[in-house]
C-alpha cells in the first residue's frame, strides 16, 4: 500500500470493483475491502439482473413504469430514465468479461419473473448471481496493476484536506493514513443495526456516517426495505429466498397452510416487496401466529433444484427439502433505498466525494426497491462516477497534498451491548409497520447513546467504528419519522 493514491475507493462488491475497473493504466487506486473481499452485499444477490435486452416483449418504458411503480412514484425519473436505458450495455460488458447467465435450451438468455416486473427481463446466473459477478469483476480488478487491493482493511474516517482527503485506515487492526484525490464510497446497507437482516457483517452503515461527518447531504435514509421471505430459522440467523422463487411459481400461505395474498393486493405473491411484507405482518396479526411458509412443492423437483441449488443447500442445512417441504419465512431488514445524496455523476455534496451501490441515493428506487434493480444500480452508476471522476482529472484539478503521520487510536475499550441496545431499538420501532409510540422513545435513546459513544475517549477499533456508524445510521432514521 503507497501513501498517495489518484482514488480511494471503500468497498469491493459490484459497485466499487466495477468503478475501479473503469480507470486506465495511468490512474492509481486502491480499492478497500472491511472483512475478506468476498464480505459484501453483491456476494449475496440471488435473483440477477433486470435489463431490457430485446424488445419482442418489452420495453425502455416498462421497465421505468414497473420501477417507478415499485417506487410509489417517489423515484427520480431522470435517474430512472439512466438505469433503464444505459444498464443494458453495463450487461453486455460484464458477459464480455466472462460473467455467465443461465441460457435457455435454444441458447438464448433464460430470463426470469420477479415481483413487481410486468415481463420476464431479469438475466441470472443460477439464485447466485451477485456472486459470479463479484468472481468476475475481482478477477480481473486483482490483474490490473495500477490497483492495488487491501483486505481486512476499515475505512475508519475520512478527513478533507487541500485537493483531497487524509484516509485514516485499520490495516488488520493497526492504524495507518492515506491520502487521496478522489474517494467513492461503495460502503454498501445498514442492515446490521436490525437484530435480523439478510446483510452481511460488513452493514453497519459507515460510509454513510463518514459522509456525514463531512457535511454531505444523506437523502431519505428511512426508506429501508424489508424483503417479505427470509429463510425464518430457529438460530435467529436469515437468509434470502429469493423473489424468483416466487417469480417461478411458488405461493405464500400463512399458519393454516392457505394463501392469504388475495386479501391484500390484486398482484398475488407478485406484489412489489413492501406491499407483501405488510400483508405477511398484516395477516399475521389476523391470525395471531408468525408462522409463514412458501410452497414451491408442486414444481419438478431436478427443475428446483436446478435453478435454486443456493437456496436449496441453504434450506438443506435447517433440514427443509424445498422439493418436498414447505419453506418457514418471515420478513427481515434486506435493502436501503435512502442514503448518501448523489447526482446522475454519482457526487456527493462534498467536493470530490462520490457515492455508489447502496449506500447512495440515486434517487432510483423511490420509496421501495424493485427486484434486480440493486446490481443494475450498483453497474450504471459506478461506471458515471469513474468517468465524472477522469473528467475531472483531465481538467487539470491539482493533487492531494500530504501531511505525514497517523492518527491515534488510543483509548478505553468501549462498553459492551451498545450494538444490541441499538438493534433492539431498531427492530421494535421501525419494522415493516413502523411503531408510531416508539419511534420517539427510540429516538432519545439513540441519541443518548450517540453521546456516550462521542464523549468519551475510548479506542478506534473496527468494534467502535462500525458501533457509531450504526447509531448514526439508526439517529437519521428514527429522526427522520420522528419529524414526518
Known sequence: MKEVYDVLIAGSGVAGTYCALQFPPEVSVLVLSKYERTVCSSELAQGGVA?????????????????????????DAESVDVLVHEGPDDVRRLMDMGVVFDRAPDGTLDKTLEGGHSRRRIVHHEDTTGAELVRVLQKEMLSRPNIDFSENTDLADLHGVRSGFRADLLVGGEPKSVFCSYCVLATGGIGRIYRHTTNPRSGTGDGIRIAHSLGAKIKDLSYVQFHPTAFDSPDGEQFLISESV?????????????????????RLELAPRDIVSKAIILESRRTGSNRFWLDIRYKDADY????????????????????????????????LMGGIQVDLDSKTTVNRLYACGECSNTGVHGKNRL?????????????????????????????????????????????????????????????????????????????????RLTDSKYAVTREYCETLSMATCADIILGEVDRI
Request: contains cysteine; glycine residues 6%; charged residues 25%.
Open 246 to 266: 416466487r417469480g417461478e411459481g411458488a405461493y405464500l400461505l400463512n399458519c393454516h397452510e392457505e394463501r392469504f395474498m388475495h386479501r391484500y393486493d390484486d
Open 371 to 451: 427486484a434486480s434493480n440493486s446490481l443494475l444500480e450498483a453497474l450504471v452508476f459506478s461506471r458515471h462516477a469513474a468517468n465524472d471522476i477522469l473528467r475531472c482529472m483531465n481538467s487539470g484539478f491539482p493533487s492531494v497534498s500530504v501531511h505525514p503521520g497517523t492518527f491515534d487510536v488510543s483509548g478505553a475499550p468501549m462498553p459492551k451491548n451498545i450494538r444490541n441496545e441499538i438493534t433492539e431499538i431498531m427492530q421494535s420501532s421501525y419494522f415493516v409497520i413502523p411503531d408510531e409510540s416508539g419511534i420517539r422513545t427510540g429516538h432519545t435513546r439513540i441519541d443518548n447513546i450517540i453521546r
Open 304 to 335: 428446483l433444484l436446478a435453478r435454486f441449488p443456493g437456496i436449496s443447500e441453504g434450506c438443506k442445512k435447517y433440514g427443509v427439502d424445498i422439493t418436498k417441504d414447505l419453506i418457514p419465512v418471515f420478513p427481515c431488514q434486506h435493502y
Open 51 to 75: 435489463a431490457v435486452l430485446d424488445f419482442e416483449d418489452d420495453s425502455y418504458e416498462l421497465h421505468a413504469n414497473d420501477t417507478m411503480i415499485a417506487g410509489h412514484f417517489a423515484n
